[in-house]
Each structure stands twice: as structure tokens, then as C-alpha cells.
Nanobody, 122 residues
Framework: QVKLVESGGGLAQAGGSLRLSCVLS????????MAWFRQALGKERQFVAA????????DYIDSVKGRFTISRDNAKNTVYLQMNTLKPEDTAVYYC???????????????WGQGTQVTVSQ
């Protein structure tokens, strides 16, 4: 079945950058919307960004607009989250997600990765 494997998390200084990657282990993954969520310690999981199947349409939560960019490489079944101008409040476990349907925007997400830790220092 669908498997999402994330990588790229780590420690960054405030103002720095990280790029997260998520590989979808499904040959039809290029037809699925993809998204990134995050969950900070003691807080609820929060939507961050989503991208449609083609990579031409994307949406972001207001707090990351202008700093984060979601993109995808369908030939590699991979979605990315480029995070620039990182802030301490970006510290969280970041999860990639996808849905069973190809329609965009999704109403909900059906499959989740294991998460990758992003820590931003002062």
C-alpha cells in the first residue's frame, strides 16, 4: 500500500534553511495531491502546505507564505518543502501526507509519513 518516507529534518539556526523530502512508494503517486503538516511539542497538528498533482498549484498557511515552498518531482515520486528564513516557531515534527483522490484541494488526507524533526535555534 501507500508508504511515505520523509527525510531532511535537522537543526538549523534562525534565518537558516532546510529542505525536506518525502518519497511516495506508489507508481501512481504523481496523480495525488501532496501536503506537509507539522506538529510542535504540546500542540495540535497544523497544515503547512499542499500541492496538486502537477505541481502547478500550491497553498500555504499564512505564517509560512514567502518563506516556504512546496514542490514535487513526479518522475521521482517525491515532494519537497523548501524552508527558508526559519524561525524558532517553525520547530516541529514535519509530516508529509497524501490522499486517495486526485482532486485538488483535498478535503482530508489518508496517508501519512513517519515524520521528521525540524529544530530551529534562537
Amino acid at each position: 500500500q501507500v508508504k511515505l518516507v520523509e527525510s531532511g529534518g535537522g537543526l538549523a539556526q534562525a534565518g537558516g534553511s532546510l529542505r525536506l523530502s518525502c518519497v511516495l512508494s506508489e507508481r501512481t503517486g504523481s496523480n495525488r495531491p501532496m501536503a506537509w503538516f507539522r506538529q510542535a511539542l504540546g500542540k495540535e497538528r497544523q497544515f503547512v502546505a499542499a500541492v496538486d498533482w502537477s505541481g502547478s498549484r500550491a497553498d500555504y498557511i499564512d505564517s509560512v507564505k514567502g518563506r516556504f515552498t512546496i514542490s514535487r518531482d513526479n518522475a521521482k515520486n517525491t515532494v519537497y518543502l523548501q524552508m527558508n528564513t526559519l524561525k524558532p516557531e517553525d520547530t516541529a515534527v514535519y509530516y508529509c501526507a497524501t490522499t486517495r483522490q486526485a482532486w485538488y484541494p483535498p478535503k482530508s488526507y489518508d496517508y501519512w509519513g513517519q515524520g521528521t524533526q525540524v529544530t530551529v535555534s534562537q
